[in-house]
C-alpha cells in the first residue's frame, strides 16, 4: 500500500501576491496532472498539477478567487491581483481541484496520476511512479468531452480577427475581496522603484 498520509494532514497555501490564502484538512487521493489543452491554457504552463478537497474541508482564509467559467461545466479559480490559478471547480461536483503549485510546500504532496495525455508535451516524458489514466476522453468519456466543447469559452488555438472574451463568464477579477491598499511583507515599498523592488519579492 502507498504511503496515503499526506490525505490527513492539513496544508495552507495561497498565491503569489499573498492577496487569497487557503487552509486545508483533508485530501482527496487524486494528485495528479492533468494535460488537457483547457488545464493548459487555465495555468498557462504545459500542464496543471491538482489534488482533489472537498469543499468542506477548504477555507479561504484571506480574500477569495475570481473565477473564469472554461466551459459550462468548470469553473477556473484564480487570485483576481495576481492572476495564480488556484483551483478546478465541475460545478456538478462537491469539491475543488486545488492547484498543488499553490500549497507552501508541494513537495510534501505526491503526484500519483497524469491524465489528459492527448495533451502532453512532445518533451515530457510519463512521470516513473504516476498511473497513467489515458487521454481525457479515455478518461472522462466521449459525451463529457462534447460537452465541454459545445460550451467552451476558450479562445481557440490560432489568432482571431475578432473576438469577444465571454466576460460574464469572468467573476471577481479586478475587484477587491481584500483591502484596497495591500501590505506587504516588508511594510516598505520603495517609491518610483518597483523593478528594484520586484526583483527582491519574486
Ligand atoms: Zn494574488
Not at 67 to 82: I, K, L, N, P
Not at 97 to 111: E, H, K, R, S, W
Amino acid at each position: 500500500m502507498a504511503d496515503d498520509s499526506y490525505r490527513t494532514r492539513e496544508y495552507s497555501g495561497g498565491c503569489q501576491c499573498g492577496a487569497v490564502r487557503f487552509h486545508v484538512t483533508a485530501l482527496k487521493g487524486n494528485p495528479h496532472l492533468c494535460h488537457c489543452r483547457m488545464c493548459q491554457k487555465a495555468v498557462g504552463n504545459l500542464f496543471a498539477a491538482l489534488i482533489g478537497v472537498e469543499a468542506g474541508n477548504l477555507t479561504w482564509t484571506r480574500g477569495t478567487p475570481a473565477t473564469f467559467r472554461s466551459s459550462g461545466h468548470v469553473d477556473r479559480g484564480f487570485c483576481g491581483r495576481c492572476g495564480t490559478p488556484l483551483y478546478y471547480r465541475n460545478l456538478e461536483g462537491t469539491g475543488y481541484g486545488v492547484t498543488i503549485g499553490a500549497f507552501d510546500d508541494p513537495g510534501q504532496l505526491p503526484i500519483l496520476f497524469e491524465m489528459g495525455l492527448e495533451g502532453r508535451h512532445p518533451s515530457l516524458a510519463p512521470l516513473t511512479q504516476a498511473q497513467q489514466l489515458g487521454t481525457t476522453v479515455e478518461a472522462d468519456g466521449a459525451e463529457a468531452v462534447e460537452d465541454i466543447a459545445r460550451s467552451n469559452n476558450q479562445h481557440p488555438d490560432h489568432d482571431t480577427s475578432d473576438w469577444t472574451p465571454h466576460m460574464s463568464s469572468v467573476r471577481g477579477a479586478g475587484t477587491a475581496s481584500t483591502p484596497s491598499t495591500p501590505r506587504f511583507a516588508t511594510g516598505r515599498r520603495p517609491p518610483g522603484s518597483s523593478s528594484r523592488w520586484r526583483t527582491r519579492s519574486r
